[in-house]
């Protein structure tokens, strides 16, 4: 199915933010090193024009975190997040790039699961910042840009396995579901 696409940010605007956000973390960080951990599938694209611009040592990592629905028991269903593979965090300084904050259940839980493993420091970059879509407590330390309920494509972002190769960002309003879908 083919959406109509309407330009949300061009591809210079993102490269002037993304330059700016590679700024403001080179300034944060210094001289000191940077372990930059990049969420699949989203992050990939912001993730490396990012450390691009980021002026301090820089190690890449990458991971992928998936929500899965798990049976239980008869109940109502329940949601387990999963992510893979560990990160060696001790003594470092993380920077956990992803591509959208959105209910920040996820980035909350990788946040925590990155914490246990005791950084010297955690902090977390978002391409696009949804706030009134959260549900879980959790302010980006970086995000390229606010957005409302639409369904944002491009730079990375997918919906329904197209768009992502986009150089820009798009959006488009959400086709309303078939008679008799969810």
């Not at 060696?88 to 493993?117: P, W, Y």
Request: charged letters at 25%; a neutral charge; one cysteine or more.
């Amino acid at each position: 199915m083919k959406h109509k696409l309407e330009v949300f940010y061009s591809e210079s605007q993102i490269a002037a933010r993304v330059s700016e956000l590679g700024e403001q973390v080179s300034r944060d960080y210094g001289e000191q090193p940077v372990d930059v951990v990049a969420v699949l599938d989203q992050a990939f694209i912001f993730a490396s024009d990012l450390v691009r611009r980021i002026r301090c040592p820089v190690r890449v990592h990458f991971l992928r975190a998936d929500t899965r629905k798990v049976a239980a028991g008869g109940q109502a269903e329940v949601k387990e997040i999963f992510f893979w593979p560990e990160i060696r965090a001790a003594g470092k300084n993380i920077l956990l790039v992803e591509g959208v904050l959105h209910t920040g259940i996820t980035l909350d839980f990788v946040t925590r699961r990155l914490q246990l493993g005791q950084p010297q420091s955690l902090r977390t970059a978002v391409l696009l910042h949804r706030p009134e879509a959260q549900r879980v407590e959790i302010k980006p330390d970086y995000f390229g840009f606010l957005v409302a309920s639409n369904v944002v494509v491009g730079y990375g972002l997918d919906w329904e396995g197209q768009y992502a190769n986009l150089s820009y960002l798009a959006k488009f309003d959400r086709p309303a579901p078939m008679m008799g879908e969810g």
